[in-house]
């Protein structure tokens, strides 16, 4: 159970019992909008036809990004195939209790019982849960969460289901399934980023997922409605949000925690440039932090290279500054959930302009969760 304490921090980070309840809150109403047929309706024109098909489960593993101001929470973005839930957990423990007892048998179940409940919704109740498992990714060993990938093999072991980690190119798929190593597989934990199945190496895989013969999970569909960040635009918009049958109490709640969001093809671009110091823009085809600036740091030049139909321009929301004994960080926070459901929660610490796993005594952090002051 080594996993990465490189990229682990030693710090605990507080975080007020109202500031986890709101978030809890908005990542269940978001849920229930995923749900919601009229929200469906006003999705279906914005995304491509992989997206629009619904597969009849849900996605692991979902991740909800917050950062923290006096106010509140606000939300940054939403992931469907956010990494790191191992790392999330093994930060809340001393090495120690890791090696005594590995994974705890509660955060176990709850893992699993992710994975079974999406078998069970695509076989329709007739499967309790997988046969055989891939875990897919772009060249995965080479990737930095390849280990927490092994982890989640091992997990799999001990639940008595067979698991593959692969490239795309390794599998053998189409519309009668997907097979690797001569094996059938009918679930694929989907690690990759090409989240709507556009490049040609996952053409098989999206050829399956469209025909029902292979449970993919996190899919274009869950994407689609939650974590292109383009969903945004919708949540942050009360014209938009006024359409779709929220009580004024969830209204109020999307205004109050998520950051304005738009389009940059949606705005004056010069209106823009001028007040650059309070907005970030976000490439919305790019995971990560990849492609991400800070108004007040960018340049001219640059700005004038975004694709206005490719970059959010967002309301810029500092994170929180955690004092560390080695020097202030900044923090952001992460549910990680099943549908409606928290798996866990955990900080991110770092230095620099964007979230990353490789600032010396920074990483993913035990998060204790405080009574309000």
């Known amino acids: 159970m080594t996993v990465y304490r490189e990229a682990i921090s030693q710090v605990t980070v507080p975080l007020a019992r109202r500031d986890l309840a709101r978030m809890i809150r908005l990542m269940r109403l978001l849920s229930r909008l995923s749900e919601n047929a009229a929200y469906h309706e006003l999705v279906a024109p914005l995304v491509p036809d992989v997206a629009r098909f619904d597969p009849g489960h849900h996605a692991v593993m979902m991740g909800y990004d917050f950062h923290l101001t006096p106010q509140g929470p606000r939300l940054i973005e939403v992931n469907t195939n956010a990494g790191g839930a191992l790392l999330a957990y093994l930060a809340h423990f001393p090495e120690a209790a890791i090696a005594r007892a590995g994974l705890a048998e ?25 046969a055989h498992i891939v875990i897919v990714d772009e060249d995965p060993r080479n990737q930095y969460l390849y280990r927490e990938m092994v982890v989640f093999t091992e997990l799999f072991s001990r ?23 001569g094996e059938p597989v009918d679930l694929i934990y989907n690690r990759h980023c090409d989240f709507y199945l556009e490049r040609p190496e996952m053409a098989g895989i999206r050829a399956a997922y469209r025909a029902g013969t292979v449970c993919l999970t996190p899919n274009p569909f869950a994407y689609g409605l939650l974590a292109d960040k383009r969903r945004m635009t919708l949540w942050s918009d ?17 205004r109050e925690t998520v950051p304005q969001s738009r389009l940059l093809a949606d705005l004056d671009r010069e209106e823009i440039w001028r007040g650059r110091n309070g907005w970030v823009f976000k490439p919305v085809s790019r995971f990560g932090s990849r ?19 490719e970059t959010l321009v967002q309301r810029f929301v500092s994170p929180s500054v955690v004092g560390t004994a080695d020097a202030a960080m900044k ?37 204790q969760v405080v009574e309000n002051t």
């Open 238 to 254: 009360p014209e938009v949000t006024g359409r779709l049958g929220l009580d004024q109490r969830d209204a109020d709640l999307l």
């Open 291 to 309: 492609g991400v600036f800070l108004g007040r740091k960018i340049s001219r030049t640059r700005f004038e290279s975004l694709p206005a139909g």
């Open 159 to 181: 639940w008595e289901v067979p698991s593959t980690i692969a490239d795309p190119s390794a599998l053998v798929a189409g519309p009668e399934g997907v097979s690797v190593d």
């Open 106 to 130: 509660r955060l176990r179940h709850q893992f699993l019982a992710a994975f079974a409940e999406e078998m069970r919704r695509f076989s329709g109740g007739k499967r309790q849960k997988p």
């Open 331 to 367: 923090a952001d926070f992460r549910l990680y959930v099943y549908r409606n459901r928290v798996l866990g929660i955990s900080a991110r610490l770092y230095q620099g302009q964007v979230t990353n796993l490789r600032t010396a005594g920074g990483g993913f952090a035990a998060v």
